[in-house]
């Protein structure tokens, strides 16, 4: 990990397409949220949009793919804490995920995930990679609570 | 271990103590074999205690809809009890709060079996 104390931190990193690589970026991200000073309930929503996302990028982009990677980058400033999580499946589109707060969803079992991100997060981005991929970007406004 | 799981008996209703991290791998595959042995034995009264539950995440909110639906649709009532305060909002937020019955105290949840 790559994490200057102080206002500015980074990390990069390339992580195996495993289950336990949602447990190390979860952490990762975490400690450098704390040393960015972010307020703890955000640092739970930051840890909890994360762990979704890399679960996203594990699980249903590269599909635990051992020649696949996840990109993880993080960047915070005085402003804002930012969080770029990049998988190299196939990708998917935003409006065909089905809306989980819907009646005839709400006891599935699954398809929460971006939900909970949008939720926790001030920002979202989802983008296409080229040639393949979904790069995703997660932002917390800091000094919001 | 991410989970730590215990059942127990309290009349005829079955409890199952959760404690620990309820999360994709581990953790919600736990829990949902130890939902599966409890309806497996006939088990339709099931009181989950997630008091000692610090994280759960949309995995384990999947495996306790499902173990919701699956009790339900024998016949018997899946309950919850102990709930902290991100849990509850994590259930407020998805709109699952109102689709468990949720209680505070053991005691006033086991009663409410009968």
């Known amino acids: ?145 | 271990m991410s989970v730590k799981l215990n059942t127990r008996q309290v009349g005829d209703v079955s409890v199952l103590d959760v404690a620990g991290r309820i999360t994709l791998g581990e953790g919600s595959s736990a829990m949902r074999d130890a939902l599966r042995d409890m309806v497996s034995k006939g088990q339709k009264k099931i009181l989950l205690n997630l008091g000692e539950v610090s994280y759960i995440d949309s995995s384990g909110i999947g495996e306790l809809v499902s173990g919701f639906t699956t009790v339900a649709n024998l016949g018997g009532q899946l309950k919850l009890l102990g709930l902290n305060k991100r849990v509850k909002d994590l259930l407020q937020i998805t709109k699952l709060y109102t689709v468990f019955e949720v209680h505070d105290d053991e005691a006033s949840a086991i009663r409410s079996f009968s």
């Open chain 1, 1 to 145: 990990m790559e994490t200057n104390k102080g206002e500015v931190g980074s990390i990069d990193q390339f992580m195996d397409s495993t289950l336990e690589s949602v447990d190390a970026a979860e952490a990762w991200v975490l400690e450098a949220a704390e040393k960015a000073g972010v307020h703890e309930d955000d640092l739970h929503k930051i840890g909890m949009a994360v762990r979704e996302c890399m679960v996203n990028a594990v699980v249903h982009g590269n599909r635990y793919n051992a020649h696949k990677k996840v990109h993880v980058t993080v960047n915070a400033t005085a402003e804002r804490f930012t969080i770029k999580i990049a998988d190299q499946g196939e990708g998917f589109d935003l409006s065909d995920l089905p809306d989980p707060l819907a009646e005839e969803n709400l006891l599935r079992h699954s398809g929460r995930g971006i939900f909970l991100i949008q939720a926790f997060m001030d920002d979202l981005e989802i983008r296409r990679l080229v040639p393949s991929g979904t790069e995703v970007t997660l932002v917390k406004n800091l000094g919001s609570s």
